[in-house]
């Protein structure tokens, strides 16, 4: 069986979440013993993939589980928007660090290194790749290179507003034209996460809503602020 025939199986016997765990930068959480112990916690607790930002981050969560690691590297670069593994080296890296899946930004935004580039680097190491897109045409554009998982991660983060909810009509007409859609973004609940699957997402990636524990902070306060009695 390959590595995508057994993903494929996994995600289906286990319902496909996935879990991001990137810390909120510079938090007191920001550490990679703390990014391993919750990417541990995440795969005891039925994560079937894990999402993780950095190469000692990475090295760190291989090291103690099993489940395919899906690593990218963020960078804050002067003349382009792309953050999410934008170079070769970046692909290297973390191949090297021992990602199973390397996401790139699939956006069709000005960019340092081309997609395809990503992608080529991405197969002579012989991993799956996964284009973080925030448009249809995107998510068509890097399917037709062969790019095995889509995700709804950019969606929202390309303009000047983000939405509260997550785009589930992008996870439709992803999946829809034949995508294994990844949905990530903004599944704050438990309830959001399944809508994606209802509308044919192959999984969902939470990370906000289970590891950035400021977030989760900030969501009951303005509850809480928000309250009358
Ligand atoms: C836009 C962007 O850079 N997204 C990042 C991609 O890795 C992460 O900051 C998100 O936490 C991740 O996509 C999961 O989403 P959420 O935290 O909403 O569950």
Not at 69 to 93: N, Q
């Amino acid at each position: 069986m390959s590595f995508l025939d057994e993903l494929d199986a996994n995600v289906k016997a286990r319902g496909g979440l996935i879990v991001s765990c990137q810390p909120v930068p510079h938090s007191p959480l920001d550490k990679p013993e703390i990014v391993a112990a919750m990417a541990l916690a995440a795969e005891q607790a039925g994560a079937v993939a894990l999402r993780i930002e950095g190469i000692e981050n990475l090295r760190a969560v291989r090291a103690v589980v099993s489940v395919p690691v899906i690593g990218i590297v963020k960078r804050d670069l002067p003349d382009t928007p792309v953050r999410i593994t934008p170079w070769l080296e970046d692909v290297d890296a973390l191949a090297e660090a021992g990602a199973s899946i390397i996401a790139f930004d699939g956006t069709q935004r000005p960019r340092p290194v081309p997609v395809e580039a990503l992608l080529a680097r991405i197969r002579h190491h012989q991993l799956i790749a996964m284009a973080d897109c925030a448009s249809e045409q995107d998510g068509l554009y890097c399917r037709q290179l062969g790019v095995e998982l889509i995700g709804t991660t950019l969606s929202g983060y390309t303009s000047d507003v983000t939405p509260v909810e997550p785009d589930l009509a992008l996870v439709s007409t992803l999946s829809q034209a034949g995508c294994r859609v990844v949905a990530e973004g903004r599944y704050n609940s438990p309830a959001l996460a399944a809508q994606a699957i209802e509308h044919g997402a192959w999984a969902v990636t939470v990370g906000s809503a289970i590891t950035r524990l400021e977030h989760i902070c900030q969501w009951y306060r303005d509850a809480l602020q928000g309250a009358t009695k």
